[in-house]
């Protein structure tokens, strides 16, 4: 497992944070084939640790899909206006968590439920540097 998993996704008590039962690599290769792309390495072992995830990073209130859920709620969330974006989950407000698919390698960012294209926060090119700056609340700071 990857140090990051550990750090960020533990148990705590902060608020009833949890995990699903792993996703597994066939999930995965499904969904990415059904999306036309392959994840990059650190989110595919994420859901192989927890297929989905909901809780608390650092007092962030996150909500991670499970595999299952992530290509329809692409279609459902992305598919007309961001054709470009995959859904991967949401902070249970307002912007939507998402992997722009636009460049290489693909960045992980923020998008308001009702945005335009350029409303798109990147938050990293890595699921470890995405989950970091959620954790230490630069989410919404550019860079």
Not at 5 to 20: K, L
Request: with cysteine.
């Amino acid at each position: 497992m990857l140090d990051f998993i550990e750090r960020y996704f533990h148990s705590t008590d902060e608020g009833g944070m949890g995990s699903n039962v792993p996703a597994s690599n066939e999930q995965i290769s499904k969904l990415e084939d059904q999306l036309n792309l392959i994840f990059p390495n650190d989110y595919k072992e994420f859901l192989k640790f927890s297929n989905g995830f909901e809780g608390l990073i650092n007092g962030f209130v996150v909500s991670f899909c499970p595999v299952e859920q992530i290509f329809q709620n692409t279609q459902i969330n992305c598919g007309k206006f961001f054709p470009w974006a995959i859904y991967i989950g949401t902070n249970v407000n307002v912007e939507m968590f998402v992997i722009d698919k636009r460049q290489k390698p693909y960045q992980f960012g923020l998008l308001p439920f009702i945005a335009e294209a350029n409303d798109f926060i990147p938050l990293g090119n890595t699921f470890e540097r995405f989950i970091e700056r959620l954790y230490n609340n630069t989410a919404f700071k550019r860079r």
